[in-house]
């Protein structure tokens, strides 16, 4: 059975908990909390020397973290990765484009104020940059959304899984999607999934 290291609040943690239940995969969960730095002891560090969750035991094989090589891993052969090669690149993009774009700045908003509980005196400018840089990266979204129901050939994927992690949950640092028509409306087509659960879930 897989074992996850993992952290509830996250949603890079969600990600790979929204495919194992997509996909039926048991899974044994262990709780890391990292605002008590418990992924930066020998122990956990030995597991993955990143220092940080997720990270997925896989049995016979050993240890993965970054949650989109674990998603990508365990969703192999799967609906959740388009099988046209152009449509599978299309799905890469977007997951590139959620690390590099999206998290950094909604994510670390969202931490920040949500989990940290910083006020926005205490953030200042950077805040400011990174509700900027969020807020561009939930119009490309939008756009993407335009006139698709889902993000690639118009099915769920694990560009949906992904780029939903942090966008749900974007109003807890402060993000308004009230002009975000598109994304609202994606966000409940996720919701009704089979299987899904909020992101606190075990």
């Not at 590139?96 to 909604?106: K, V």
């Not at 205490?122 to 940059?129: A, N, Y």
Request: net charge positive; with cysteine; proline share 5%.
């Amino acid at each position: 059975m897989y074992r996850l290291f993992d952290y509830l609040p996250s949603a890079n943690g969600y990600k790979v908990r929204l495919v194992l239940r997509h996909l039926g995969l048991p899974y044994d969960l262990v709780e890391k909390d990292i605002k008590k730095g418990e992924t930066r002891t020998p122990e956990f560090l030995a597991v993955n020397p990143n220092g940080r969750i997720p990270v997925l035991e896989i049995p016979g094989k050993g240890y993965l973290a970054e949650s989109h090589a674990i998603i990508s891993y365990l969703a192999e052969g799967s609906n959740l990765i388009p099988a046209e090669r152009f449509d599978r690149a299309l799905m890469w993009q977007w997951l590139c484009f959620e690390q590099y774009n999206l998290e950094p700045n909604i994510g670390t908003v969202r931490f920040w104020v949500n989990s940290l509980k910083k006020t926005e005196a205490e953030l200042g400018e950077k805040l400011i940059e990174k509700r900027k840089n969020g807020y561009a990266a939930l119009d490309v979204l939008e756009n993407g959304l335009r006139s698709n129901s889902y993000l690639v050939g118009d099915r769920y994927s694990l560009a949906d899984i992904s780029l939903y992690a942090y966008t749900h949950v974007a109003p807890e640092g402060g993000f308004d999607l009230g002009k975000h028509s598109n994304i609202r409306a994606w966000c409940k087509r996720i919701a009704q999934q089979p299987k899904w659960a909020p992101i606190t879930s075990r």
